[in-house]
């Protein structure tokens, strides 16, 4: 494998780039060029047309006429996605889109070794492909290791080394990071500076506004299908990148910081404990208080919540509800008594992709959408769904579309409704905009201060410091399974919180 050549000759050019989805202008004259050697952001909200230009420069959609792609100087034509591939475009979407199953070897050369020669491929020579890429990218993994047995910043360094195989020039990476920790974060943000190094261009999009600024030169923005700008990154802010990318200026500072302990306790934990992955666990949450719980990805928390709703059996400890002690032996007895839980994973856990934004609004109480009779009522479940669409102002075209046809955080706003539906007391938010784009994420926020506002009593639970720190009345930090501080948002500093958070 050879280094890509021409570091600093314009790799990716796009002009006049329109497409049109059913009279829907997804993308409008954008222009958009990367240089080779360069980490180049594209910028913008979940639906402002950036999967839609790296499906064109990829050759799965094809743009309107007049437009014009060029890649290394060369001016292309009808694009395919086996044509992009050879000119030495890779993705790396968010999903991986790797082979659990098999070893690393065999996910790294699929690709490949799938349609050439030798049509009979040995273990050998894989591990020796294999092996050279995760070199030059300065890693080294078990070859022979299954793919589902990995970290998943393993796997995202199996997907870029795939991406690697072959003579590849030009990258775009789809949210790397959204599922790393800091420390993973910064391991993977070196692996892009060492390829970058090497003269291979590379798109990056994240919604992450610290690591874009840290990692790129420049940053292209779009907004609603249309070109804001191309701007360096050096004295660009994460608050006027914000107001780019949704054109409204966003809150930066502590909005809440309220103490609520003269307030009704309505969640107790105390002692709790479940081997192996948290022990001696106790905090109080008040009615109209938002607790943010955080800490680095691995500390504990996602099987603290799991634990609370009644997923995870505990070893010890005791869990009281408005002050009675309770002993949930299933989800389903915590949404009873009014517990509601929104999952870090609305994809495979939140949501049921394939159906419709108001069956899934509506999954969840389907015993409230019942006539006199016992059956099913679709003019209640018509209300209860027209209730909060418009409630959370979530952005659809009909109730009957399937939820998989929402941007992120419309997505996340239905995860919300559903569970917002059951009247809950307590509210558990995991990584509740975990894929969500900066706009979408103010929002969300804002409905979790509305609804505390009206005495729901709620967890948040994120590894984005400023997350909870801007939207927090208190901040628990865990790690290694237990709580071992807790900070005032009003007297602590987003530095100094980092580096508690990421020592």
């Known amino acids: ?64 006429e007049g ?17 992009a591939r050879s000119l030495g475009i890779a993705v790396i979407w968010q999903d991986l889109s790797l082979f659990p199953h098999m070893s690393v070897a065999e996910n790294i050369c699929f690709d490949e070794m799938v349609g050439h020669t030798p049509k009979f491929v040995t273990t050998t020579s894989m591990n020796t492909k294999a092996a050279e890429v995760l070199a030059r990218l300065g890693v080294s993994l078990d070859l022979d290791q299954r793919l589902n047995t990995l970290l998943i910043a393993q796997r995202q360094i199996v997907a870029i080394a795939r991406s690697l195989m072959g003579e590849t020039k030009l990258i775009f ?23 970058s190094s090497q003269g291979v261009a590379i798109v990056f999009v994240s919604h992450r506004l610290a690591e874009v600024l840290d990692i790129s030169s420049r940053v292209t923005v779009v907004r609603d299908g249309k070109l804001v700008g191309v701007y360096s990154t050096k004295g660009m802010t994460q608050a006027h990148l914000g107001e780019l990318m949704t054109g409204t200026k966003l809150e930066n500072q502590v909005v809440r910081a309220t103490d609520h302990t003269a307030s009704r306790p309505v969640l107790e934990i105390d002692g709790l404990s479940h081997y192996g992955e948290f022990e001696d666990v106790s905090f109080k949450i008040h009615a109209g208080e938002v607790v943010g719980l955080t800490g680095l990805i691995g500390a504990g928390r996602t099987e603290l919540a799991h634990a609370i709703i009644g997923m995870t059996k505990l070893d010890k400890g005791t869990i009281k509800l408005d002050g009675n002690v309770t002993n949930f032996k299933s989800i389903r007895d915590a949404i009873k008594l009014g517990v509601a839980y ?78 917002l539906a059951t009247e ?23 409905i979790v201060r509305e609804l505390a506002n009206q005495g729901l009593a709620i967890l948040l639970i994120s590894d984005e410091v400023s997350e909870v720190l801007f939207n927090s009345d208190r901040i628990l930090h865990m790690e290694s399974g237990r709580i071992i501080n807790q900070y005032n948002p009003n007297e602590v500093t987003i530095d100094n919180l980092e580096k508690q958070i990421y020592a």
């Not at 958009?32 to 980490?39: L, N, P, R």
């Not at 437009?67 to 044509?83: M, S």
């Not at 974060?185 to 892009?192: F, G, P, Y």
Request: charged share 20%.
């Open 1 to 64: 494998m050879t280094s890509p050549s021409n570091e600093g000759a314009v790799a990716l050019r796009l002009k006049n780039v329109t497409k049109i989805f059913g009279g829907v202008t997804a993308l409008d004259a954008v222009n958009f060029d990367v240089k080779a050697g360069e980490v180049h952001c594209l910028a913008g909200e979940n639906g402002c047309g950036k999967s839609t230009l790296i499906k064109i420069v990829t050759g799965v959609y094809t743009p309107e």
């Open 67 to 83: 437009a014009e792609i060029e890649i290394f100087g060369e001016l292309q034509n009808n694009i395919t996605p086996t044509h």
């Open 173 to 195: 990476m789809d949210e790397p990071t959204a599922s790393l920790t800091q420390t993973e974060t910064d391991k993977l943000l070196e692996i892009v500076r060492n390829l």
């Open 342 to 419: 929104v999952s870090e994973d609305r994809l495979s856990l939140g949501l049921i992709q394939p159906q419709s934004i108001a069956d899934n609004t509506s999954i969840s109480v389907l015993d409230k959408i019942l006539n006199k009779l016992g059956l099913f009522s679709t003019f209640k479940k018509d209300a209860l769904v027209d209730k909060w669409i418009k409630d959370l102002a979530v952005k659809i075209g009909q109730p009957e579309d399937p939820v998989s046809t929402l941007s992120g955080g419309n997505q996340q706003r239905v995860v919300l409704s559903k569970w």
């Open 424 to 446: 809950p007391k307590l509210l558990i938010l995991d990584s509740p905009t975990v894929g969500v784009d900066v706009g979408a994420r103010a929002g969300i926020f804002k």
